[in-house]
């Protein structure tokens, strides 16, 4: 039964993430809160994210920027080291509000920052021509968030992208780099769980088959196009997302 709640959240969640290249596992997390037990969600996440997300990071493999990607890699990766030794020093009970916090963080960002303009001090802007951005400070302090919270849950998606999402010249490039940023990043989560001894192979084989209808999910987000405005699809996510979080906060 958990491993068929998993394949249909999961499923949901990379439909989404095939479309507009991040959010899968915080959609993910905000169904299966209600029905599994924290570490084991992320655990799932951790599976199925990195093979969904190679899955679509090779789809658009012609679209990867390389030179944006690198300039993640030293505050993501110090924040995932942090991240994922969280994860393995803290129980769940410990771990769940703050994944709350956080879940209500993003919900509210969904629906109400991406409306906000960043003040003019934290952010740059290059040329006339140029879509405003964060400032070097700003950007570095998002992606080590992003990192945090990708090391410790895998939803740090949502936070690297508002700091780089200006940069990139079309929506293929985001989706394609983002997807690259799971891969790389997940690998480094599962050498450092694999120290930790925070790897459960039982609980993987169990699940090993969910990853064929996820597939199909992500495959089916590539020909379909949502029927629904953007914005009512945001507050339909952010919705749900709240609902996960008042949950694990409780």
């Given at each position: ?61 012609k ?42 963080f993003?919900?509210?960002r ?11 001090f ?16 700003l ?44 891969v ?67």
């Amino acid at each position: 039964m958990i491993s068929l709640l998993i394949a249909v959240s999961f499923s949901i969640g990379f439909f989404v993430e095939s479309i507009i290249g991040f959010g899968g596992g915080l959609i993910a997390y905000s169904i299966l809160s209600f029905f599994v037990d924290l570490k084991q969600m992320v655990l799932a996440g951790l599976y199925i994210g990195t093979c969904a997300s190679a899955y679509i990071a090779y789809s658009g493999l012609k679209y990867f920027d390389r030179k944006i990607f690198k300039s993640l890699i030293p505050a993501a990766a110090v924040g995932t080291i942090f991240g994922v030794s969280a994860f393995g020093l803290f129980s769940s009970e410990i771990l769940s509000p703050i994944l709350g916090f956080l879940l209500i963080f993003l919900a509210l960002r969904t629906v109400i920052f991406d409306r906000l303009q960043t003040p003019r001090f934290f952010r740059k802007k290059t040329s006339p021509n140029d879509l405003p951005r964060p400032s070097k400070y700003l950007r570095n302090l998002l992606i080590f968030i992003g990192g945090l919270s990708q090391g410790a849950f895998g939803i740090g998606g949502p936070f690297v992208v508002n700091a780089i999402k200006n940069e990139f010249p079309n929506k293929s490039a985001l989706r394609a780099t983002m997807a690259a940023f799971f891969v790389i990043f997940n690998f480094l989560r599962v050498f450092q769980m694999s120290i930790q001894g925070n790897i459960s192979s039982d609980f993987l084989r169990e699940i090993f088959w969910v990853i064929i209808p996820v597939f199909a999910a992500i495959k089916l987000g590539h020909l379909v196009h949502l029927k629904i405005s953007e914005d009512l699809f945001k507050k339909g996510i952010a919705v749900m997302t709240i609902g996960a979080a008042i949950k694990f906060i409780l």
